[in-house]
């Protein structure tokens, strides 16, 4: 998977991502994105925010096992949001890497701080190690950074304010932990946990 900045152009959609997975019990994803234009369920003022809203959760909810899409319409909603995280770190090669080198390692050295700085050490080992990102501007990389911040607040990895950003060790439910076990999606499941 290639390094990308399409994120920032993304937000979390964890409401939307949740009433697709529940649609996809009785509904085909095809249907969904004829309901999410003519019902406008992601509630979207423009049909071409419709198709990016609906094509980013599909490619969120596509790359999950049937297992943790079932999960994901109907478990608790911290568990939901977990779920979902992984789904988008599974999707975007650079903020997997950023949550298995950087946060996997601050749970993994009982480093309670997520500080600016270990987003600059990331980015300019990215640097050093990409051209891709070595040619993002100084702004594109700062919005990377706080589109990183953005979703780990939403999904629970992270707490506090802008300005002191607290590492949360998130719950993972045995259910889900043996769904990422037994589907070849362990690296997800250390990323998030610290393991390994």
Not at 81 to 103: G, M, R, S
């Amino acid at each position: 998977m290639e390094y990308s900045a399409g994120i920032v152009s993304k937000l979390f959609w964890f409401v939307e991502a949740r009433e697709t997975a529940k649609l996809l019990q009785n509904h085909t994803f095809d249907e969904i994105e004829k309901m999410a234009f003519e019902e406008n369920i992601y509630q979207q003022n423009k049909q071409d925010r419709i198709r990016r809203v609906f094509n980013v959760i599909k490619n969120r909810l596509q790359i999950l096992p049937e297992i943790l899409l079932e999960e994901f319409a109907t478990t608790d909603v911290n568990s939901a949001k977990v779920i979902l995280f992984i789904a988008t770190i599974a999707t975007d090669q650079l903020l997997f890497e950023f949550v298995y080198e950087v946060y996997r390692e601050k749970l993994r050295m009982n480093d309670d701080k997520l500080e600016d700085k270990d987003f600059n050490v990331f980015f300019t080992n990215k640097t050093n190690q990409s051209s891709k990102v070595a040619g993002w501007s100084d702004s594109a990389i700062a919005k990377m950074k706080a589109t990183y911040a953005r979703y780990m607040y939403e999904a629970g990895l992270l707490d506090g304010t802008k300005d002191n950003k607290k590492i949360c060790k998130v719950y993972i439910e045995p259910e889900i932990r043996e769904a990422l076990l037994v589907n070849n999606m362990e690296k997800y499941l250390y990323a998030m946990t610290g393991e390994r």
